[in-house]
């Protein structure tokens, strides 16, 4: 089993940055793929980015892109979010989700291991 747990949400003012982290812990050697997703109040869970297992290749939602910024360190079984330019559309409870092998990134049953998730609130 892994076990996921996200930090770094808050409340910041629109245009602002906030990085997320998600420490994974268990058997974090068989984790391939991560991701972040996201849920707004009354909407479906959203890809936001998936990155492989040694960051060559990362996938954004064209929502994020060019804003937002997924990366990952193995030796601290870590995978982070960096957001810049927030806007309140992004205001949701953000989730970080690992798999133990390739899958397509924006596929969230793809991953079978999910955090509790952390709220971000942007204020226009």
């Known amino acids: 089993q892994v076990q996921l747990v996200e930090s770094g949400g808050g409340l910041v003012q629109a245009g602002g940055s906030l990085r997320l982290s998600c420490a994974a812990s268990?058997?974090?050697?068989?984790?391939?793929?991560m991701a972040w997703f996201r849920q707004a109040p009354g909407k479906e869970r959203d890809f936001v980015a998936a990155?492989?297992?040694?960051?060559?290749?990362?996938d954004y939602a064209d929502s994020v892109k060019g804003r937002v910024t997924i990366s990952r360190d193995n030796a601290k079984n870590t995978v982070y979010l960096q957001m810049n330019s927030l806007k309140p559309e992004d205001t949701a409870v953000y989730y970080c989700a690992a798999a133990p092998r390739a899958v397509p990134g924006n596929s969230a049953p793809a991953y079978p291991y999910w955090g509790q998730g952390t709220q971000v609130t942007v204020s226009s």
């Open positions: 268990g058997r974090t050697f068989s984790i391939i793929s």
């Open positions: 990155i492989s297992r040694y960051g060559s290749s990362t």
